[in-house]
T-cell receptor
């Protein structure tokens, strides 16, 4: 149980374009979903927290107009990187939690902006 | 400020050589302490949740323990497939808290055959 999927697993896009990443909880209803980014050999950095049907809460320093988060249902959240630039290249990971404290992570999405 | 510090940063063991990873934390009110395993290029895999001092949990060759200031992840007779980065994270109580996790920097374990 507690499986979280992400799509796509990797994506290459051109500078200035937008890319959408999906995060799905497959076997449970996720009241809260989290989005992280991770640079090589570093730990996870929380970007934002989203609750189903509510606006996401962004961490300090994260541009909400650049990283659009939608949590339309209890099993789906999306992260859209708008007007992507090479510095946005990173490993993006989502996690989901139900009423318990545990967060279950997706497999991650590798974004490369050329 | 809530903070998590893991040590050592990297650890090399021979197969069968038992050892422990440390996670020291300061948090206003501990809701839970979590251990994850992360393989290169993948998302973290949930291992354990500990809620109160004195609690212990085991899974195969791994055993996690918790005190009021730190947690240990004990690895008994490790195998090469245990090689990974082990992440510790805490979750705090509080009205401003959204359930977010505060991660340590991780310990990268390499087990040589």
């Amino acid at each position: 149980g507690a499986v979280v999927s992400q799509h796509p697993s990797w994506v290459i896009c051109k500078s200035g374009t937008s890319v959408k990443i999906e995060c799905r909880s497959l076997d449970f209803q996720a009241t809260t979903m989290f989005w992280y980014r991770q640079f090589p050999k570093q730990s996870l950095m929380l970007m934002a927290t989203s609750n189903e049907g509510s606006k996401a809460t962004y961490e300090q320093g994260v541009e909400k107009d650049k990283f659009l988060i939608n949590h339309a249902s209890l099993t789906l959240s999306t992260l859209t990187v708008t007007s992507a630039h090479p510095e946005d290249s990173s490993f993006y990971i989502c996690s989901a939690s139900a009423l318990s404290a545990e967060q279950y992570f997706g497999p991650g999405t590798r974004l490369t902006v050329t | 400020e809530d903070q998590v510090t893991q040590s050592p940063e990297a650890l090399r063991l021979q197969e069968g050589e038992s050892s422990s990873l440390n996670c020291s934390y300061t948090v206003s009110g501990l809701r839970g302490l979590f251990w994850y395993r992360q393989d290169p290029g993948k998302g973290p895999e949930f291992l354990f949740t500990l809620y109160s001092a004195g609690e212990e949990k085991e899974k195969e060759r791994l055993k996690a323990t918790l005190t009021k200031k730190e947690s240990f992840l004990h690895i008994t007779a490790p195998k090469p497939e245990d090689s990974a980065t082990y992440l510790c994270a805490v979750q705090a109580w509080g009205s401003s808290n959204t359930g977010k996790l505060i991660f340590g920097q991780g310990t990268t374990l390499q087990v040589k055959p």
